[in-house]
């Protein structure tokens, strides 16, 4: 499909009011190659259009084509959307700042997961500014709400690039000593969404260490490294290679749904992180990131029955999601960086979804 064919979602399908707030459906146009459609319900992208290597479009991210789909929560309720204020795990939804104890409501097998009930994927985000391949956004968190400390105020910008790099900038100040761990959670298919399993695509990840989950997805023990475990992307490996073997790790998370630690130079600086090449179409997507680690999941609790935009199921390892981040739990674990933000401080937090082809 060239570009001129592709048929865009009617931004009339995300037209609504969400208590008392106007959401909306935005395009964007990087003026190079690719095209994204972002709704501020959740500050989800909805849709996004790259080329392969022979100049055709697909959309290769997973979503819906109506607003109603997305609140009515069908299937998978994070397609494309940003988590917060803490994405991943906090164990027993429990954790301590300065000798409090704080209690977020859990809901993933006794944890809190990304930010608990009410996360940041069912807030309507505030649309500050919008430019031909930018959305700025803000949300105010308040004090308390799903039992986190302080009123963080976030400010969100989507923009792409002429590199063809969907860019995503994070900014967050609280008033209260806090935590804060944002993060984008795309589901991605770079055949396109809907058109089969990804485990015939290469990952790279450049990494040589992983956080070990136990098996309600908790990081337990020290860090481990990658060498002689299935666990190793530090070379590129086809996504199924290895994820069906006999190993307790791949059975905690059903497959793939663990953080990988970044090998970095310097603490906070932007660096590769991963590399999904799919041979069929020639996309290559690339992640950089400034945050210590990224989270591969590979789609392994998809319910086979969520249909999307384009008319076909999700199935289960037909997408892949990388979530640049924190560890999960930091906050319970000390000797991890920490997700600690006082007043004084400014959250950051930068990722690139880079396409190209080859």
């Avoid at 991210?61 to 906090?90: F, Q, S």
């Avoid at 603490?267 to 950089?288: C, D, F, H």
Wanted: one cysteine or more; hydrophobic letters at 30%.
């Amino acid at each position: 499909m060239k570009k001129d064919k592709i048929k865009l979602i009617d931004p009339k399908s995300f037209a609504t009011t969400i208590e008392g707030k106007t959401v909306s459906l935005y395009t964007l146009d990087s003026g190079k190659g690719i095209i994204m459609q972002v709704t501020n319900y959740g500050g989800r992208v909805v849709a996004l259009w790259v080329p392969d290597k022979n100049g055709d479009y697909e959309d290769v991210v997973l979503g819906y084509d109506t607003i109603e789909k997305y609140i009515n929560n069908p299937g998978e309720r994070y397609l494309g959307a940003t988590i917060g204020r803490y994405a991943n795990r906090i164990k027993n939804g429990q954790f301590e700042i300065d000798d409090k104890k704080y209690h977020i409501p859990v809901n993933n097998n006794g944890n809190a997961l990304h930010g608990g009930p009410k996360g940041f994927d069912i807030v309507v985000w505030n649309v500050d500014k919008v430019t031909d391949n930018s959305i700025q956004l803000s949300y105010t968190s308040p004090d308390g709400e799903e039992g986190f400390p302080g009123n963080l105020n976030i400010r969100m910008t989507y923009s792409l690039t002429p590199d063809n790099e969907f860019k995503i900038e994070y900014e967050a100040k609280t008033d209260k000593p806090t935590i804060v761990n944002l993060s984008h959670h795309s589901y991605f298919n770079l055949k396109g969404e809907g058109s089969g399993s990804v485990l015939d695509n290469y990952l790279t990840l450049k990494a040589s260490k992983y956080v070990p989950i136990n098996e309600v997805s908790i990081p337990f023990g020290q860090l481990e490294k990658v060498k002689s475990t299935p666990f190793d992307f530090t070379e590129p490996h086809l996504i199924g290679e290895r994820i069906d073997q006999d190993n307790e790790q791949l059975k905690n998370g059903a497959g793939y749904d663990h953080c990988w630690v970044i090998d970095k130079n310097k603490e906070g600086e932007l660096s590769q992180a991963a590399i999904v090449y799919e041979p069929k179409s020639g996309r290559v997507m690339e992640v950089y990131t400034d945050q210590p680690g990224i989270q591969f999941y590979s789609s392994n609790w998809f319910d086979n029955k969520t249909t999307g935009k384009s008319g076909k199921p999700y199935k289960v390892r037909e997408s892949f999601a990388l979530e640049t981040q924190k560890f999960p739990d930091s906050p319970n674990n000390p000797e991890f960086p920490s997700a600690k933000l006082l007043p004084n401080e400014t959250y950051k937090h930068i990722c690139v979804y880079k396409f190209s082809t080859k």
